[in-house]
C-alpha cells in the first residue's frame, strides 16, 4: 500500500499570505494524484487530478504541481473560503489511498 | 443539478447490519463507476469500496472485505452498501462518490452519512 504524508499538519496563516502544501508518497506514483478541499461538516471536493489539472471552477489562485513522489498544492493568495482540510489521493495502486490531511487555518 | 444523496446511516450495535443507499441524479448513473469513502470521527479519508457501471466489478478495502458488500441499481439511479457485522471502528461518516473519469478520483460527492456502532 502506498502512504501518503502530508505536510505541514496544520498551517496557520492570514488572509492574503501563501500556502504551500505538500504530499509525499512512499514510491512513485508518476502524475496520479489529485487534490481535496474539504470543509467542517461539509463533503470533500475535487480540486486537481493528475496532479496539476484543476477541476472545473477551482479558481485560478490554486495550483498543483510534483510527480514521482513528491507534490505541492499552492494558494497563492488565501481567500477567506479556503481556510479548509486539505487531503491528497493516489490512484496508481490498489487500495487507492489518501494522505493524512493538512489543516488550513487562519493565524 | 448533479447530486448525491445518502440515506440509511445510524447507531447499531456491534454485529449488526446496516445498509446505506445514494440515490443519483443529474448524471448518467448507469454510466458511472462509484466509491464509497469514510471518514472516522476527526480522522482523514479512507477508499472503502468501488463498483463498475454495470455492478459487475467490485473491491473492497481489507478492512471491511468479507463483511460489505457493494451493488447497485442502475434501473433506480441508486448505489447502496451492505454493512454486516459491524465493529466500532467502522464508525465514520460514510460518502459515495462519482468516479472522475472511471478512476478512484471522485469529482462528485454526496454529503455522507453516519454510521455509528456501539453497544
Known amino acids: 500500500e502506498i502512504v501518503l504524508t502530508q505536510s505541514p499538519a496544520t498551517l496557520s496563516l492570514s488572509p492574503g499570505e501563501r500556502a504551500t502544501l505538500s504530499c509525499r508518497a512512499s514510491?512513485?506514483?508518476?502524475?496520479?494524484l489529485a487534490w481535496y478541499q474539504q470543509k467542517p461538516d461539509q463533503a470533500p471536493r475535487l480540486l486537481f487530478y493528475?496532479?496539476?489539472n484543476r477541476a472545473t471552477g477551482i479558481p485560478a489562485r490554486f495550483s498543483g504541481s510534483g510527480s514521482g513522489t513528491d507534490f505541492t498544492l499552492t494558494v497563492s493568495s488565501l481567500e477567506p473560503e479556503d481556510f479548509a482540510f486539505y487531503y491528497c489521493?493516489?490512484?496508481?495502486?490498489?487500495?487507492?489511498?489518501f494522505g493524512g490531511g493538512t489543516k488550513v487555518e487562519i493565524k | 443539478e448533479v447530486q448525491l444523496v445518502e440515506a440509511g446511516g445510524g447507531l447499531i450495535q456491534p454485529g449488526g447490519s446496516l445498509r446505506l443507499s445514494c440515490a443519483a441524479s443529474?448524471?448518467?448513473?448507469?454510466?458511472?463507476?462509484m466509491h464509497w469513502v469514510r471518514q472516522a470521527p476527526g480522522k482523514g479519508l479512507v477508499w472503502v469500496s468501488s463498483?463498475?457501471?454495470?455492478?459487475?466489478?467490485?473491491t473492497y478495502a481489507d478492512s471491511v472485505k468479507g463483511r460489505f458488500t457493494i451493488s447497485r441499481d442502475n434501473a433506480k439511479n441508486t448505489l447502496y452498501l451492505q454493512m454486516n457485522s459491524l465493529r466500532a471502528e467502522d464508525t465514520a461518516v460514510y460518502y459515495c462518490?462519482?468516479?472522475?473519469?472511471?478512476?478512484?478520483?471522485?469529482?462528485?460527492w454526496g454529503k455522507g452519512t453516519t454510521v455509528t456502532v456501539s453497544s
Open positions: 514510491q512513485s506514483v508518476s502524475s496520479y
Open positions: 463498483i463498475d457501471s454495470d455492478g459487475g466489478a467490485t
Open positions: 462518490g462519482r468516479a472522475w473519469s472511471g478512476t478512484y478520483y471522485m469529482d462528485v
Open positions: 443529474g448524471f448518467t448513473f448507469s454510466s458511472s463507476w
Open positions: 493528475d496532479a496539476s
Open positions: 489521493q493516489q490512484r496508481i495502486n490498489w487500495p487507492p489511498t
